[in-house]
């Protein structure tokens, strides 16, 4: 499928994959709204998105605050016009004893990996019904499906954003909209590196392999259907 000219909204842009996407999708000349917290990192992937000929925008912005899915849907149709990808990137991890886990640990959690991409989608189905490639790639994590010791309030998170998914995209086949979850376990991510110390950085999944993933899923139109890609580091357990 040809992406250029395409519109692409994602959340949590300013690092790790998030930054990645942008870039990847940007070389494939798609119009890019960006958005995290840190405005000089988004600037910088600005100039990064600029330099491979594409357009983008960026808008700083706290994802878990209320306003803020309808700011950045309107501030993308504002912008380009349209909207044809959504990649709901942003999260927040805690790593902590459930003993140790506080009520604001919960509750920043929930409102980041969860709450925060359901209305970011809610609020974008009525612009993205209109496109010819639909699609919302939801960013998840096998801490989710798996659950990992100490990361009791992450999984419960990532596991509420799975079912989440499932149900949009029960919902919105009909209008022609395709949604895809990705979840990733050790990937060479800020949040991952200071959480999972124990890891052998060498052995950590890039985050342009999840661009390739993504890229992948945009391009491939026809009538195979891809859910939920599962992505370990290659010396993890298999099919654990």
């Known amino acids: 499928m040809e992406l250029s000219g395409k519109v692409a909204l994602i959340t949590g842009a300013s690092g790790g994959i998030g930054e990645s996407i942008a870039v990847r999708l940007a070389s494939l000349g798609m119009k890019l709204l960006i958005t995290g917290r840190n405005r000089e990192k988004l600037e ?3 100039e990064k998105i600029e330099k491979h000929g594409s357009e983008a925008h960026l808008i700083t912005a706290d994802i878990s605050a209320p306003d803020t899915p309808g700011r950045l849907i309107e501030g993308t149709i504002r912008k380009f016009g349209g909207l044809d990808l959504l990649v709901n990137n942003a999260g927040l991890a805690v790593s902590r004893p459930i003993e140790e886990t506080d009520w604001d640990d919960w509750e920043q959690l929930m409102a980041v990996n969860a709450r925060a991409p359901f209305f970011i989608c ?3 189905i009525s612009y993205l019904r209109l496109s010819s490639c639909a699609t919302i790639i939801n960013i998840s994590s096998v801490v989710g499906r798996l659950g990992y010791t100490h990361q009791a309030a ?13 149900v949009l995209a029960r919902e919105v086949q009909p209008l022609g909209i395709r949604v895809h979850t990705i979840a990733p376990g050790g990937v060479a991510t800020e949040m991952v590196k200071s959480m999972r110390a124990d890891l052998d950085q060498s052995e950590l999944i890039q985050p342009e392999e999840i661009a390739d993933i993504v890229e992948f899923l945009l391009k491939h139109r026809g ?3 891809i859910d939920n890609i599962d992505v370990r580091r290659f010396n993890g357990n298999p099919f654990a």
Do not use: E, T, V, W
Request: proline share 0%; aromatic share 10%.
């Open 44 to 46: 910088q992937l600005k």
């Open 223 to 225: 009538n195979a259907m």
């Open 122 to 124: 809610q609020k974008s």
């Open 154 to 166: 992450y999984a419960a998170s990532k596991h509420a954003l799975m079912g989440f998914s499932k």
